[in-house]
Each structure stands twice: as structure tokens, then as C-alpha cells.
């Protein structure tokens, strides 16, 4: 069973869940529509990085 040497104080407890927090998602803007979307995902137009790759309900 694992136990600790010495007890670690706040502190560098504290330092070592510095990265541990979440970011936010990475948005992009659609060089065709203009809409905001995911940075690798198809938008919800079904267009990825300019063209129609899904058809949707909604298409003409």
C-alpha cells in the first residue's frame, strides 16, 4: 500500500492542482456562414472548412 513520506503542506498541493482546472471549448468562425463552431467539428449547417459534408434535414 502506498503511503506518503512527509505530509505535503498547502502550498504545494495547491501548486501541483495549478493545471488540474477546465478550459473552455475552442470556437472557430465557418469561412462560409460565418457561424461560430468547434475547432475540428462540422457546424451545424453541415459544413466543414468550406464545404457540405453532411446533408441535413433543412437543405434545400
Do not use: C, I, W
Not at 503511503?3 to 475552442?26: A, E, F, I, Y
Not at 468547434?38 to 472548412?49: E, I, L, N, Q, S
Amino acid at each position: 500500500m502506498a503511503v506518503q513520506q512527509d505530509k505535503k503542506s498547502r502550498s504545494r498541493r495547491g501548486m501541483r492542482r495549478s493545471h488540474d482546472s477546465l478550459s473552455g471549448p475552442t470556437l472557430s468562425v465557418d469561412q462560409t456562414s460565418g457561424e461560430t463552431h468547434r475547432r475540428h467539428h462540422v457546424t451545424a449547417d453541415g459544413f466543414y472548412r468550406g464545404k457540405k459534408v453532411v446533408n441535413t434535414g433543412n437543405d434545400e
